[in-house]
């Protein structure tokens, strides 16, 4: 599988929480496991006002999609690979 960065903007700062991000990140994985998806990440700045999460997908439209089914906002799905 192809791995996606979902890339969300939080808002000014105190817009969001880290409980809400947290939780967030939880609903969409929650969403993207009955899909067949593997999110396992998040990473999260409430300072700059982005989060990115990173999921196993097909396609970028997969990861649209378990964003639509969560309710939770998103900007931009990239395909990226992954340096170790």
Not at 5 to 28: M, P, Q, R, S
């Amino acid at each position: 599988m192809a791995q996606f960065l979902g890339v969300h903007k939080t808002g000014d700062i105190g817009a969001v929480t880290d409980e809400d991000a947290v939780n967030g990140f939880h609903k969409y994985k929650e969403a993207a496991a009955k899909l067949g998806l593997n999110a396992t990440h998040a990473h999260y700045s409430l300072e700059k006002g982005f989060a990115y999460c990173v999921t196993e997908a097909q396609s970028a439209d997969q990861v649209r999609q378990a964003h639509a089914q969560a309710e939770v906002p998103l900007e931009d799905v990239i395909e990226v690979k992954t340096v170790q």
